[in-house]
Nanobody, 118 residues
Framework: QVQLVESGGGLVQAGGSLRLSCAAS????????IGWYRQPPGQQRELVAV??????KYANSVKDRFIISKDNTKSTVSLQMNSLKPEDTAVYYC?????????????WGQGTQVTVSS
């Protein structure tokens, strides 16, 4: 079973930067999509940024501030978050969609807290 382990969350002031990383291990298939979702307090989980193949996709709220990148050799994905705003406060989850035979399975990390103070 694929394991996703996040790191890099924390507390930062508005306007600051943080970098999240996620390491995938025990991969039994091929990762077709990998990236990040977040769940703000009292809200539903939402897409932040993912990479499908080599194509990134961003939520409108983070475009031009966040940059997603992946390293296929190390099976890692990172999220550089710049110009952070209080509304970016959330638990951030690493996500992977893995193709195994004729099906696709979704995997989630345990989550890492990002808090942006005003």
């Amino acid at each position: 079973q694929v394991q996703l382990v996040e790191s890099g969350g924390g507390l930062v002031q508005a306007g600051g930067s943080l970098r999240l990383s996620c390491a995938a291990s025990k991969i039994t298939g091929s990762i077709s999509t990998i990236g990040w979702y977040r769940q703000p307090p009292g809200q539903q989980r939402e897409l932040v940024a993912v990479i499908n193949g080599d194509t990134p996709k961003y939520a409108n709220s983070v475009k031009d501030r966040f940059i997603i990148s992946k390293d296929n050799t190390k099976s890692t994905v990172s999220l550089q978050m710049n110009s952070l705003k209080p509304e970016d406060t959330a638990v951030y989850y690493c996500y992977a969609l893995v193709a195994i035979s004729t099906t696709h399975l979704r995997y989630w990390g345990q989550g890492t807290q990002v808090t942006v103070s005003s």
